[in-house]
């Protein structure tokens, strides 16, 4: 878990709203959404409001990365704001790979971004994950494999 202090106090405000008997996972990860500050914002507040009620992320960059820490169901992440303020921690409940032609209505609208339709999720994860490739030498392809995560808010203040 990151050491920042304010990273630190909320999980403990997290921990010690747990009921008695509820055990508190042993670690999180810390991160915010997209790749601008105004984006980690943006989407985090939809998040903490319940909009946003899942993500995707690119498989290519977890290879590219060396990252075989993958999400799955039960991990909990404090998510933070563009300047690493916690916002609020959410729990994966679903994690699914499929390409990015294959995303459905149904998980448009559940990422919760500007109109929650389909076609807006297509033009704005193309041009998101064409910046992702860009940055790791690939080209995005309608076929890209993606790790969809579905999740909910389980402490937020």
Not at 33 to 38: K, L
Not at 58 to 69: I, K, N, P, T, V
Not at 133 to 154: D, K, N, Y
Request: hydrophobic letters at 35%.
């Amino acid at each position: 878990m990151d050491k920042h202090p304010a990273v630190e106090a909320f999980w403990q405000a997290y921990i010690d709203s747990l009921l008695e008997g509820m055990h508190p996972p042993g670690s999180c990860d810390v991160w915010s959404f997209g790749d601008t500050e105004e984006m980690a914002n943006e989407l985090g507040e939809l998040v903490r409001a319940g909009i946003k009620t899942a993500t995707c992320s690119l498989m290519w960059q977890y290879e590219a990365e060396g990252d075989e820490d993958l999400p799955k169901i039960g991990d909990v992440s404090v998510i933070t704001d563009g300047e690493g303020t916690p916002l609020c921690i959410i729990e994966t409940v679903e994690v699914e790979i499929r390409p990015y032609n294959q995303v459905d209505e149904s998980f448009a609208y559940d990422e919760g971004e500007g109109d929650r339709s389909l076609s807006y999720w297509r033009r704005a994860h193309w041009n998101f994950f064409s910046r992702v490739c860009a940055s790791i030498g690939r080209e995005p392809v309608e076929t890209m494999p993606l790790l969809c995560e579905r999740f909910r808010v389980v402490f937020s203040k």
